[in-house]
């Protein structure tokens, strides 16, 4: 079991040692998207939930889960974070409006800010869904995947299989 970091010697998961690994600057980009019918699509942009301006709050949600991520998932290190960012663009076609949904993450540290950044991802995409979801409970959340890092031991990663925006 010494191959695995994530074990200790009797084969139980373990949070991992970062304790020896260099701080360095730490960035990675997760996206998300969420698509809603013609209605909510409208009254998103003409800024007319009732709840509020969906954008603004899920913007704000995403950041907060980002800093809390260590809280919702069990190994991960809790990190002080330099930077997030939320945005969002829409693809609208005839019968589809898909909100797409990228979160910026940076720090200085000894370890990634990945699932900060996928966090982030999921908990905007959630909260846009939970603001909406008076009007249409049909909404799905897409696909979540991490876009890019940038920095530490393992290097940078680009994925190759999404289209950019």
Known sequence: MSNFTHF?????????????K????????????????QEIYKKITQNQIDKGDVLAVAQ?????????????IPMCHPLQLKSIDISFHWSVSDTTYELGI?????????????????TAASATALTIYDMCKAIDKGMVIGNTYLLEK????????????????
Do not use: P
Request: zero cysteines.
């Open 150 to 165: 940038k920095g530490g031991k393992s290097g940078d990663y680009l994925r190759k299989d999404t289209e950019e925006d």
């Open 60 to 72: 704000v949600a995403g950041v907060m889960a980002a800093k809390k991520t260590s809280d919702w």
């Open 102 to 118: 990228e979160a910026f993450v940076k720090t200085k540290g000894s370890t990634g800010v990945e699932m900060e950044a996928l």
């Open 8 to 20: 200790n010697e009797q084969g139980r998961a373990r949070m991992v040692d970062i304790s020896k």
């Open 22 to 37: 260099d701080e360095t600057e730490r960035i990675a980009v997760a996206k998300s998207s969420i698509f809603v019918n």
